[in-house]
C-alpha cells in the first residue's frame, strides 16, 4: 500500500534570485538585441525571460506543521513537509494539507445503553494528520471522514455500557471514565488509521438520560444508590455485632443464653442500621 514520501524539491529563496538574475539579464540582452536589430536574439531573449516567468510558478511556501502533496497529471510525486520557501516542478499541482492538532466535539447524540436506557451523549476528540497522502487519496474528504467515524464509534461504544453501575467490578460511562475514555481514543484511532490520522485524546464531554426518563432514571439511582449503601451498612454492622459478641466471650465478662444473645443482636442491629439516632433505655434491674 502506497504511504507518504518525501517529495523531490530545492530550497526556494537560491532559486528565486537565480530566475530574478536571468530575467535581468534576459531584459539588457532584449534591449541589445532590440538596438542591433537582430531578431533571432530578441526571440531568445523573450524566450528566456518566459522561461524565468514560468520557472517561478514552481516556488510554494510551507509553514510550520503543514505539508504540500504534490501530483503531476493525477500521479503521486510526493510530500513536502520542510518548511520555509521551495521550488519544484511549475507542473506539478501543490496542495496544502494542515498537520496541525485540531479537535472538535461530537453532537449531542441520543443513544441506548447496554439496558436499554435512552442517554444523551458527547464526545471531544483530539486529532491530527499523519499521513497526508492516505488523508488525501485514501478518502473523499478526511476531515468529513473523522467526524463521522467519529460518532459512529461513540455510539458503538455507548451500546456496551451502562450509564450507571453501583459495583466496583462493573465499568459504566459515568463511573469509569479514563477507561472508556481509553477505550474510545481507540475504538477511534483503528476506524481512523486508513485515513491517515492518529487520534490524540478522546473522552466524554456530555452525558445524561434523555429528558423524556430523566426524572424517572433519578428516583431510579437514588433507589439504587440507597439500596447499595443499606446493604454496605448491613454487612458492616453484622461484622460489628459478630466481633462485640466474639469479645464478651472471650473476656468472660457475661455469658448469655440463646434467648438474650438473640435479643442483644436485634438491638444492636437497631441502633447501627438505623438512619436516625436512637434513644438508649437505661436497664437498672437484674439481667434477667
Known sequence: MTKERPAVSLPGIPVLLLLLAGFIFGIFRLIHHLRADELVGVLLSLLGMATAILLLVGLFMVEPNQARVLTLFGAYRGSERRTGLRWANPFYAKRQISLRVRNFETEHLKVNDLDGNPIEIASVVVWRVVDSFEAVFHVDNYENFVHVQSESALRNLT????????????????????????????????????????????????????????????????????????????????????????????????????????????????????DRAVTPVVNTGTLY
Open 159 to 274: 451500546t456496551h455500557f451502562s450509564y450507571d453501575a453501583h459495583t466496583d467490578d462493573v465499568k459504566s460511562l459515568r463511573g469509569s471514565t479514563a477507561e472508556i475514555a481509553e477505550q474510545l481514543r481507540t475504538e477511534i484511532r483503528d476506524r481512523l488509521e486508513q485515513a491517515g490520522v492518529d487520534v490524540l485524546e478522546a473522552r466524554i464531554s456530555h452525558l445524561a438520560y434523555a429528558p423524556e426518563i430523566a426524572h424517572a432514571m433519578l428516583q431510579r439511582q437514588q433507589a439504587s444508590a440507597i439500596i447499595a449503601a443499606r446493604q454496605k451498612i448491613v454487612d458492616g454492622a453484622v461484622g460489628m455485632v459478630e466481633m462485640a459478641l466474639d469479645h464478651l466471650e472471650k473476656k468472660n465478662i457475661v455469658h448469655l443464653d440463646p434467648e438474650r444473645r438473640a435479643a442483644m443482636v436485634s438491638n444492636l442491629l437497631v441502633v447501627l442500621c438505623s
